[in-house]
């Protein structure tokens, strides 16, 4: 099986998880940051992976702790951040918080998201 297919499977061990986040892959390891059965020392490290596709991804996983989402929303790459932005799952607080951002897309983008979620215009 290739590695894109185990990262990605929901029967993969975690132990394999752990190895397959060390892939030289983007692609594994994205998968394995998304992957429901990733530890969570595991998307802890992910979450400083050098793809910024890889630490975003990092969000879609369920059991990625709040804090780590606040790590997120002050992730280097403001790419990270506008995603975080534009993602309705996002908690309100740090929403708020990339409404402030720096940088002006990704301000732009979580304010949009918020009054989305908020209901005003």
Do not use: C, W
Not at 7 to 20: D, E, I
Not at 94 to 117: C, G, S
């Amino acid at each position: 099986m290739n590695n894109d297919l185990l990262a990605s499977n929901s029967n993969t061990a975690s132990g394999n998880l752990n190895r397959l986040a060390h892939d030289v892959s983007p692609s594994v390891r994205r998968h394995v940051a998304e992957n429901p059965h990733t530890t969570i020392a595991t998307l802890l490290d992910l979450i400083h992976d050098a793809d910024s596709t890889v630490r975003y991804s990092t969000f879609g996983n369920p059991h990625l702790p709040e804090g780590a989402v606040e790590s997120l929303a002050r992730d280097s790459d403001p790419d990270v951040r506008y995603r975080l932005a534009s993602d309705s799952n996002v908690p309100l607080h740090i929403l708020n918080h990339l409404a402030q951002d720096e940088n002006p897309y990704v301000a732009f983008r979580a304010k949009t998201t918020l009054r989305r979620l908020l209901g005003t215009s």
